[in-house]
């Protein structure tokens, strides 16, 4: 499966963003998808998960602000950011896998820059 992020950009403090990841090569009600970011001189950390059976998972750093959906029948996941915060800002990347929390395909990454 290919995946490709989107919806990245530049906003303020207190802004709202929602990140969008297209699948191909396969449908999507074969994967968890999963959401990543990673800031400079960072690892890459977990944001969200957004499973098969509907279940969602977050990290604390986002839960309240953030939130995970999909639309199988457009193979696209989404993340929902609200009151985004200059410590969101990095490079998020949406990922799939078969089984549970085993990322086997990840997407190219979109810039998410929040000003303060």
């Known amino acids: 499966v290919q995946l490709q992020a989107s919806g990245g950009g530049l906003v303020q403090a207190g802004d709202s963003l929602r990140l969008s990841c297209a699948a191909s090569?396969?449908?999507?009600?074969?994967?968890?998808m999963g959401w990543f970011r990673q800031a400079p001189g960072k690892e890459r950390e977990f944001v969200a998960a957004i499973r098969r059976s509907g279940t969602r998972d977050y990290a604390n750093s986002v839960k309240g602000r953030f939130a995970g959906s999909r639309d199988n029948a457009e193979d696209t996941a989404y993340l929902q950011m609200n009151s985004l915060k200059p410590e969101d800002t990095a490079v998020y990347y949406c990922?799939?896998?078969?089984?549970?929390?085993?990322?086997?395909?990840w997407g190219q990454g979109t810039q998410v820059t929040v000003s303060s």
């Open positions: 990922a799939a896998g078969e089984l549970n929390n085993v990322w086997n395909y």
């Open positions: 090569g396969r449908t999507l009600n074969n994967y968890n």
